[in-house]
């Protein structure tokens, strides 16, 4: 998969995907089979919805060298678990207020929301992610 263009001195960041394994999971799928282009440096971690996202498992993906993460859940109204992903919203929005007073930047989270079919939307925002990151550089904790 080549995103290699526009590099900040050959700067490939890294990025880690929570996925539910309804919506979100069947999204990635659909880009893979239609093998539609995303950033190589994608480490993805099921959840059973994002309803279980936690600030802790997001901080420790930036412990553990990603540049950047990404939640991505089924689209707000069709969870599996009823009110999972907006759950899983408030807590990405929680920490993204969290990166911003200790210095690591709010952007360097996002969620995004997708149904089953929604394969390039999915690649558009991780792409659009690893484009930011380009800019803003290795994350200062690696
Ligand atoms: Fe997909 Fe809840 S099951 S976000």
Not at 73 to 82: E, K, Q, R, S
Not at 128 to 142: D, F, H, I, Y
Request: hydrophobic share 35%.
């Amino acid at each position: 998969m080549a995103e290699h263009e526009g590099t900040n001195n050959g700067f490939e960041p890294e990025i880690t995907v929570f996925t539910c394994i309804y919506c979100a999971y069947m999204a990635i799928d659909t880009a893979g089979a239609l093998r539609i282009n995303y950033p190589a440096n994608v480490k993805l971690i099921k959840l059973p919805c994002t309803g279980k996202t936690d600030v802790r498992y997001l901080m420790e993906a930036f412990e553990q060298g990603a540049d950047g993460v990404c939640v991505v859940g089924c689209p707000l109204g069709n969870c599996h678990h009823v009110h999972g992903n907006e759950r899983g919203q408030a807590r990405v929005k929680y920490t993204k207020q969290w990166l911003d007073d200790i210095g690591l930047g709010s952007d360097r989270l996002e969620m995004c929301f997708v149904s089953g079919g929604m394969g390039e939307t999915f690649a558009n925002a991780v792409r659009e992610m690893a484009e930011r990151l380009r800019e803003l550089g290795p994350s200062p904790l690696k």
